[in-house]
């Protein structure tokens, strides 16, 4: 039995000594119920994850959970679709713009790709997420040739509603869990680039990996960038 690092006096005592009336205590003990949800959401799915890198299969992995195979796939294999999951509640104007972006480079494309995503990045170029590329890249603008050539330049009629890949959904979701381990309550440009570079088999991931851009000096740098911010003389 695994003893939960967090306690429920511990809780209790934080949703307290924050707000004074019982009727705030109430709501910010929702709020918290439900980001504790959302953090045994991910939890769970890192260590899915860590289980398929291993070789673990998912009828292996249903039992462990004790659900069926079939259940484990719905639950944790992103599948191609229009529908993002996590929604963009806490995503900053910045990271949301990225997305908006994306579509605009997929506009000749079936669906939005992490190729895409990467350009959107880029493109928001004063977001902390194209900061680090160009700060870790090998040459300047070396990481949007290698994404540019990257690309399927064939046209196609785009559908109505264009769905994201599958790996573009999961470096999405990735991108909340970085944020998450991070600490931050906000997913931004940096934790959008930080989950892709976790997605590692994406096509994002293979191109910045030719530019000598790793998700280790990655989060090195934003959490560098983030020490001094919060160190800076104001």
Same mark, same amino acid.
């Given at each position: 039995?695994?003893?939960?690092?967090?306690?429920?006096?511990?809780?209790?005592?934080?949703?307290?000594?924050?707000?004074?009336?019982?009727?705030?205590?109430?709501?910010?003990?929702?709020?918290?119920?439900?980001?504790?949800?959302?953090?045994?959401?991910?939890?769970?799915?890192?260590?899915?994850?860590?289980?398929?890198?291993?070789?673990?299969?998912?009828?292996?992995?249903?039992?462990?959970?004790?659900?069926?195979?079939?259940?484990?796939?719905?639950?944790?294999?992103? @599948? =191609?679709? &229009? !529908?993002?999951? %996590?929604?963009?509640?806490?995503?900053?104007?910045?990271?949301?713009?990225? *997305?908006?972006? #994306?579509?605009?480079?997929?506009?000749?494309?079936?669906?939005?790709?992490?190729?895409?995503?990467?350009?959107?990045?880029?493109?928001?170029?004063?977001?902390?997420?194209?900061?680090?590329?160009?700060?870790?890249?090998?040459?300047?603008?070396?990481?949007?040739?290698?994404?540019?050539?990257?690309?399927?330049?064939?046209? @196609? =009629?785009? &559908? !109505?509603?264009? %769905?994201?890949?599958?790996?573009?959904?999961?470096?999405?979701?990735?991108? *909340?869990?970085? #944020?998450?381990?991070?600490?931050?309550?906000?997913?931004?440009?940096?934790?959008?680039?930080?989950?892709?570079?976790?997605?590692?088999?994406?096509?994002?991931?293979?191109?910045?990996?030719?530019?000598?851009?790793?998700?280790?000096?990655?989060?090195?740098?934003?959490?560098?960038?983030?020490?001094?911010?919060?160190?800076?003389?104001?």
């Amino acid at each position: 039995m695994v003893t939960a690092p967090v306690q429920l006096t511990d809780l209790i005592v934080t949703v307290a000594q924050e707000h004074a009336d019982v009727l705030g205590r109430l709501a910010a003990a929702v709020e918290l119920s439900a980001q504790l949800d959302e953090l045994g959401d991910h939890l769970i799915g890192h260590f899915v994850d860590e289980a398929r890198r291993a070789g673990a299969s998912w009828t292996e992995i249903g039992e462990s959970i004790g659900v069926t195979k079939q259940a484990a796939q719905k639950r944790f294999v992103p @599948r =191609e679709s &229009p !529908d993002l999951k %996590p929604n963009f509640d806490r995503y900053t104007d910045r990271a949301r713009r990225v *997305v908006v972006l #994306a579509r605009h480079h997929a506009r000749f494309s079936e669906r939005i790709g992490t190729e895409h995503l990467l350009l959107g990045l880029m493109d928001e170029s004063g977001g902390l997420g194209a900061k680090t590329i160009a700060k870790l890249e090998a040459a300047e603008g070396t990481t949007r040739l290698a994404t540019l050539n990257a690309l399927d330049h064939t046209s @196609r =009629e785009r &559908p !109505d509603p264009q %769905p994201f890949s599958a790996d573009c959904k999961k470096a999405l979701e990735l991108s *909340v869990r970085e #944020a998450l381990r991070l600490g931050h309550t906000f997913v931004g440009t940096e934790h959008v680039l930080l989950g892709l570079l976790s997605e590692e088999d994406c096509t994002a991931a293979k191109v910045m990996a030719t530019t000598g851009i790793t998700k280790a000096a990655a989060e090195a740098y934003v959490v560098a960038e983030f020490e001094r911010a919060v160190n800076a003389p104001r």
